[in-house]
């Protein structure tokens, strides 16, 4: 292949990708969460045992009105630049699989009307 083709394939790939689906329904978060001073506010809770941790029985889920299955990692490891440069990398994965009800895009501007949805998807 030659480089333009992949250049041409790249930015197609990138523009498809672009386009909202139309009938998505997207979760809403959980209300709360962790505040990390002075104004990072995260719907999100982290279970685990140590700094920075919520504790063991701390809510593994992410977004509100789920019945179903999540399951949880953490990765902790580092990675390097081009130029050599270490860096700490730490991750949060989370796999949700049963039903919700969510919001689906209606009009534009942030509105959304309620609808129950059937998914299996990743949070990162």
């Known amino acids: 292949m030659t480089d333009r083709w992949k250049y041409s394939c790249g930015i197609g790939l990138l523009a498809i990708c672009s386009i909202p689906l139309l009938g998505q329904v997207l979760p809403v978060p959980i209300p709360g969460g962790d505040i990390i001073p002075p ?11 140590g700094p920075g941790f919520d504790g063991m029985n701390a809510d593994p889920h992410g977004i509100t009105n789920f019945n179903g299955l999540v399951a949880m990692g ?51």
């Open 74 to 124: 953490y990765g902790v490891g580092t990675a390097t630049d081009s130029t050599g440069r270490s860096y700490l990398a730490i991750t949060d994965v989370r796999v949700y699989q049963g039903e919700y009800i969510g919001g689906e895009p209606n009009g534009g501007a942030g509105r959304t009307m309620s609808k129950r949805a059937h998914a299996t998807f990743v949070e990162i």
């Open 39 to 49: 104004t990072l506010y995260i719907n999100q809770f982290l279970p685990g045992v």
